[in-house]
């Protein structure tokens, strides 16, 4: 089938969208980079992961599924002795880089001529295939002394701030930013760009803070975007797109399952394809998930070994407050509510309800986790033409509520103040 006519004129005002973005990470990323303050790099200076990936990637090139089958730290020289030189180096190393010598790895098969530095060494790697392939390039040019630990660092936050580039370009289409905007009356247009500004601040702020979500955030958007216009087998590619990068895509599952229902009929040639190459991104997208579904599998019996870090966990939820359970409450009532007074919002309603527990399932709830409940904004039903987007705009409130309730985190866009404090 052809290109619709809408979908035409939307085309150049979000390739302008990207190139702006591409070239304001690329500005953002060298800017912080030339007023490091440490040599991690990003702005949040006590943040790990970033190098993190590179070096797991490393390691990942070298020693394969052991990766997600063991602790990191039997992948590394351990020292036997205090006087062990291995002991000393891993000191020098940790010294110079600023950060644990614990997560310093003297890769002991590798053959790797600088150390690697990896967080949480006494756990397996948590990430999928994706996290892996992305960092690669950059952890094999660091790992092999081609790129010094600032600019490894500095090359994967530039990676990151293109994710989040590609993310808000993702955003912005399934949210149909630039569609339709003569049949929109002068207060939603201003309404929708306000939801979508304050979507991508929330995004760019832990984007620059060297988290990687981003990523996996972009085929989500991708996905909601084609739920909303009927296109399962799109949805079905970006989704298992998403979980190749990233586990917390599977917070998503609802919409993972939708499209998968939707698009089996074609992928079974019981149904002729809607869309040239529908049949084969379904296909690439099952293929991705498979490989996610597979590097789970590997991690499973280790992953319960985390350490709890809040009271809403489900074996923990005796020591919640009373401000949680308040806050739990009104999550869950508002989902209800939504779903019953308006049919198109059971898909939002649905994966919503499936992250709280998924969130309450998991031993551990950061920070930024709260990103991840950024595809609800897309996944509001759309408002009716001239209508303001309350749907989006409500799903953003209730995303403020769940981050303050489960992570102690905000969308309001804090960052811009450290930012602004590097010009200093």
Excluded at 73 to 99: F, G, K, M, W, Y
Excluded at 142 to 160: D, P, T, V
Excluded at 210 to 231: C, E, I, M, N, S
Excluded at 293 to 310: I, M, R, Y
Aim: with cysteine.
């Amino acid at each position: 089938m052809g290109t619709s006519a809408s979908e035409s004129e939307t085309r150049t005002p979000l390739r302008r969208l990207a190139l702006a973005l591409v070239v304001l990470a690329a500005a953002l990323s060298a800017f912080v980079y030339a007023t490091r303050r440490t040599p991690s790099v990003v702005l949040a200076q006590t943040n790990s992961d970033h190098y993190s990936h590179v070096s797991a990637a490393a390691l990942a090139l070298a020693h394969g599924p052991r990766v997600y089958t063991g602790p990191i730290r039997d992948l590394c020289r351990q020292p036997q002795s205090r006087n062990d030189p291995t002991l000393q180096a891993i000191v020098a190393a940790a010294r110079e880089r600023r950060v644990a010598p614990m997560d310093v790895c003297l890769s002991a098969e590798a053959g790797y001529e600088v150390p690697l530095v990896v967080n949480w060494p006494a756990h397996p790697r948590p990430y999928p295939p994706g996290n892996l392939l992305w960092f690669a390039p950059i952890g094999l040019a660091y790992a092999s002394g081609a790129l010094g630990f600032a600019a490894a660092c500095g090359l994967a936050l530039a990676s990151i701030l293109l994710g989040a580039a590609l993310a808000s370009v993702a955003l912005a289409w399934a949210l149909g930013l630039f569609e339709d905007r003569g049949r929109r009356s002068r207060e939603a247009r201003w309404l929708l760009l306000a939801v979508y500004l304050v979507a991508c601040l929330f995004l760019w702020g832990w984007s620059l803070a060297g988290f990687y979500d981003a990523l996996a955030l972009g085929p989500l958007f991708v996905a909601a975007g084609a739920w909303r216009r009927d296109r399962p087998a799109l949805a079905l590619a970006a989704f298992g797109l998403a979980t190749f990068f990233h586990f917390r895509a599977l917070w998503f599952l609802p919409l993972g399952l939708w499209a998968l229902a939707r698009a089996w009929p074609m992928l079974a040639g019981r149904r002729a394809p809607t869309h040239a190459g529908d049949r084969k991104w379904a296909g690439l997208g099952l293929g991705l998930g498979a490989l996610s579904a597979l590097s789970l599998a590997l991690l499973s019996t280790q992953l319960g070994e985390f350490p709890p870090n809040h009271a809403l966990h489900f074996p923990r939820m005796g020591e919640a407050s009373a401000g949680q359970w308040a806050g739990l409450a009104g999550l869950f009532v508002t989902l209800g509510l939504a779903a019953s007074l308006r049919p198109r919002a059971r898909m939002m309603a649905g994966c919503a309800a499936w992250v709280l527990l998924m969130i309450m399932a998991a031993p551990q709830a950061m920070a930024w986790h709260a990103i991840t409940l950024l595809p609800l904004v897309a996944l509001a039903p759309p408002p009716e033409p001239g209508r303001p987007p309350l749907g989006s705009l409500a799903a953003l409130v209730w995303i403020e509520l769940a981050a303050r309730t489960f992570f102690g985190a905000t969308v309001w866009p804090g960052w811009i103040e450290t930012l602004l404090g590097r010009l200093g």
